[in-house]
């Protein structure tokens, strides 16, 4: 009984009863754009909500888009929307503030950056291992291992890092 407490106390959500009051709409032909502001646990640690932009038919759809979103990246249940900032449309071009763009085209394009880092970052790696390999080029000379090592260590680094933005973008 006192971790259902405890649990009750850090989500705002009652179980027995709706949080909120959507609207009632259309689902609309053609997708639109929304702009949705999910609180999590950071708010604890005085942290502002999460803006996030979406593209969705309704708005009970985009506020679950935003709000699984947000959960799964922060692994947390203690999430909720913030009507009162959540609208359909962008946020104004003088809000003030970050907001995530989760739109396909959005994301479509973060990831053909981060393909082209990729592809920046197999050229620099070819070419800086260059200098290790036997003179039919094919293969590593025993005599450079260390040195070889050392490189791909040095590449992996950056490598980790962009296979993390991959993962994140897909």
Not at 79 to 89: F, I, Q
Not at 111 to 122: F, H
Request: hydrophobic fraction near 35%; glycine fraction near 4%; charged fraction near 25%.
């Amino acid at each position: 009984m006192i971790a259902v407490t405890a649990f009750a106390t850090l989500t705002p959500e009652r179980f027995d009863a709706p949080l909120y009051e959507l609207p009632q709409e259309q689902w609309s032909e053609k997708p639109r754009d929304f702009t949705v502001t999910v609180v999590g646990p950071e708010r604890y640690d005085g942290e502002q909500p999460y803006t996030y932009v979406v593209r969705d038919h309704t708005t009970e759809g985009a506020w679950i888009q935003a709000l699984t979103w947000h959960m799964r990246e922060n692994e947390t249940l203690d999430a909720y929307v913030v009507a009162s900032e959540s609208h359909a449309g962008l946020p104004p071009a003088d809000a003030g503030y970050h907001w995530n763009d989760l739109r396909s085209e959005a994301q479509h394009a973060a990831l053909n950056k981060s393909i082209e880092q990729a592809r920046d970052l197999i050229t620099r790696y070819e070419a800086a291992i260059a200098r290790f390999r036997t003179e039919n080029g094919e293969d590593i000379d025993p005599q450079q291992y260390g040195a070889y090592d050392e490189t791909r260590a040095d590449y992996g680094e950056e490598a980790i890092d962009l296979v993390s933005s991959l993962a994140q973008a897909a």
